[in-house]
């Protein structure tokens, strides 16, 4: 265990029976996630991108021309937005479809 792992242990170890710390540590392994070093992104987020990418074939949006075009990039920016739940995370920014199409 990692000096940090063992810090985090120990400050909840008045609070976690040996029994809940088994079911954690058990939930954490049937898990076939490997959390990711972003910390602007959460675990949730990183599954539903990789479900996006890999079983939904969430790809850039077409150049045939070369060029990028508006309609592409906004529909883009909105599958974006439902992976990564800007409505809830970025409010008032990206979370706000007039942000995107601006």
Do not use: C
């Not at 990418?53 to 077409?62: Q, V």
């Not at 974006?80 to 479809?97: H, M, N, Q, R, V």
């Amino acid at each position: 265990m990692e000096e940090r792992d063992s810090l985090v242990h120990r400050e909840f170890t008045s609070l976690l029976t040996s029994e809940a710390e088994a079911h954690i540590r058990s939930s954490f392994k049937k898990s076939d996630m490997i959390p990711d070093d972003d910390i602007n992104t959460s675990v949730d987020q990183t599954k539903k991108l990789i479900v996006a990418i890999t079983k939904n074939n969430l790809t850039y949006p077409p150049r045939p021309d070369g060029e990028f075009h508006y309609s592409d990039i906004v529909a883009f920016l909105d599958e974006l937005s439902g992976i990564f739940d800007w409505p809830k995370y970025k409010k008032a920014t990206l979370g706000k479809p007039s942000f995107r199409r601006w």
